[in-house]
């Protein structure tokens, strides 16, 4: 059966593919403008292709938790394509290439800058190529033809109102590629828009806004001094690119620290093998089917990692690490056990938190602690259930045990989570029956 959102994905790809061929068509056909331009904008934008995998600090880390890699992975290649869509003059003389050419340029930087990268064997994202066709297209569809009219120089002349007018152009190009990227991050996942859409908007706040200032600043940097603002422009944007990287890095590190940590209780047969990835890729995906964001879908994640982490102070283990099937009061003390441990591992206090109250009454309960106490006993009782309906009768436990043990709207939307399919990855959500 076909996902509702390929249909959403494949329209995406279908307009930038069109794009992209007229913009060819339409340069073969009439030429290369000002080849100089074009030239030394088509290999910035392939350095920055470069530089997404040019051996930067964590360029290949994984996403750091409650993250999704819809968060632009080439700024340079970014700025330089924004750069040349609004770029009107050079060195004092205007330039005379229009929106079809802009697209070209663009995509036959990208094309050779990801050459490497398929000869290491990793082919392009396509989701990431699409969103920048679309919005250098629209950026420079905003810009080319006023400026190419001569309306901008005659109503804005080319002082301070002029620089104003790219910024509030680059960031309304900015919000559209947001907008977009949740739409495809939506298509791909399922997950709610709203959510993904605020992630989307937070990030322009971070590397996004410094693309978008590099973006303006090379325009007019060119318009003003030349080709040779390029390079000296450059510069800060991939000192900022290194450093996010060494920051994601970091992150990544503590992400398998965290679950190496975890993974502590299965080693020592507390836990069956598996049951923490598990119960942290399935809270995952419940918390942002329930709203939650950024910092909070890191918490929560981090706490469901090591939410069963109390059991390796027990003298007796509890048997297959079922803690779902304890009386309450044992579960109780079990979670506190477990939040003194995790407040010496140095994670945020919140996540300690989590891991203490996952046993409370759920009215009790924060939203993360809900999540992690639903999803672990999901797993418990769907490993336990035994047959091929091990899921269905455990969901049908959790719906019957909402009076105090579990939140309603945690259980459905944890039901739909698993009827979508449960989370991508690679992770078995549902033991074999």
Same mark, same amino acid.
């Given at each position: 059966m076909r996902r509702p959102g390929s249909l959403t994905l494949g329209a995406v790809h279908i307009?930038?593919? #069109?794009?992209?061929?007229? *913009?060819?068509?339409?340069?073969?056909? &009439? *030429?290369? &403008?000002?080849?100089?331009?074009?030239?030394?904008?088509?290999v910035l934008i392939a350095v920055g292709e470069l530089a997404r995998w040019g051996g930067l600090p964590g360029a290949d880390a994984p996403p750091a938790p409650g993250e999704l890699r819809g968060r632009e992975p080439a700024p340079l290649a970014t700025a330089g394509a924004l750069a040349y869509a609004l770029l009107g003059?050079?060195? %004092?003389?205007?330039?005379?290439?229009?929106?079809?050419?802009?697209?070209?340029? @663009?995509?036959?930087?990208?094309?050779? %800058?990801? =050459?490497?990268?398929?000869?290491? %064997?990793? !082919?392009?994202?396509l989701d990431h190529q699409a969103r920048r066709i679309l919005t250098v297209g629209f950026a420079a569809l905003c810009f080319q033809p006023l400026f190419n009219s001569g309306e901008l120089s005659e109503r804005l002349g080319h002082g301070p109102a002029y620089a104003l007018f790219l910024l509030l152009l680059l960031v309304l190009t900015a919000l559209c590629d947001a907008v977009l990227a949740a739409l495809m991050l939506r298509a791909r996942? !399922?997950?709610?828009?709203?959510?993904?859409?605020?992630?989307?908007? /937070?990030?322009?706040?971070?590397?996004g806004s410094a693309v978008c200032a590099t973006g303006a600043v090379m325009a007019l940097g060119v318009a003003a001094a030349g080709l040779w603002a390029l390079p000296v422009f450059c510069v800060p944007l991939l000192l900022t690119q290194v450093s996010f990287r060494r +920051?994601?890095?970091?992150?990544?590190?503590?992400r398998q620290t965290i679950a190496s940590l975890a993974r502590a209780t299965?080693?020592?047969?507390?836990?069956?093998?598996?049951?923490?990835?598990?119960?942290?890729?399935? &809270? *995952?995906? @419940? !918390?942002?089917?329930? $709203?939650?964001?950024?910092?909070?879908?890191? @918490?929560?994640? +981090?706490?469901a990692l090591m939410h069963d982490i109390g059991q390796l102070s027990l003298v007796d283990p509890v048997p297959e690490g079922a803690t779902a099937l304890l009386p309450a009061e044992e579960q109780r003390r079990i979670a506190l056990l477990g939040g003194a441990v995790v407040r010496q591992t140095g994670v945020p206090a919140a996540v300690a938190v989590v891991v203490e109250r996952q046993a409370d009454p759920y009215r009790d309960q924060p939203l993360p602690a /809900?999540?992690?106490?639903?999803?672990? #006993? +999901?797993?418990?009782?769907? $490993?336990? !259930?035994? *047959?091929? $309906?091990?899921?269905?009768?455990?969901?049908?436990?959790?719906?019957? &045990?909402? #009076?105090?043990?579990?939140?309603?709207? =945690? =259980?459905?939307?944890?039901?739909r989570v698993l009827a979508r399919g449960g989370v991508t990855g690679g992770v078995t959500l549902v033991p074999p029956g």
């Open positions: 307009a930038a593919l #069109a794009l992209t061929a007229a *913009g060819f068509a339409a340069t073969l056909w &009439s *030429g290369v &403008s000002d080849p100089g331009n074009a030239l030394a904008f088509g003059e050079q060195a %004092g003389r205007a330039t005379t290439h229009g929106v079809l050419q802009v697209v070209a340029v @663009v995509v036959a930087g990208g094309l050779v %800058g990801i =050459v490497p990268h398929i000869a290491r %064997g990793k !082919g392009p994202d996942t !399922g997950f709610p828009y709203g959510p993904l859409l605020r992630d989307e908007l /937070r990030a322009l706040l971070g590397i +920051y994601a890095a970091v992150r990544a590190v503590n299965e080693i020592a047969g507390c836990t069956p093998p598996g049951h923490a990835r598990r119960v942290a890729a399935l &809270s *995952g995906a @419940v !918390g942002r089917e329930l $709203g939650l964001s950024g910092a909070e879908l890191t @918490v929560l994640e +981090y706490a /809900r999540i992690v106490r639903t999803v672990n #006993a +999901y797993d418990d009782l769907a $490993g336990t !259930g035994g *047959g091929a $309906g091990g899921s269905l009768t455990a969901l049908e436990r959790l719906r019957l &045990s909402t #009076a105090r043990d579990h939140h309603p709207a =945690v =259980v459905e939307s944890l039901a």
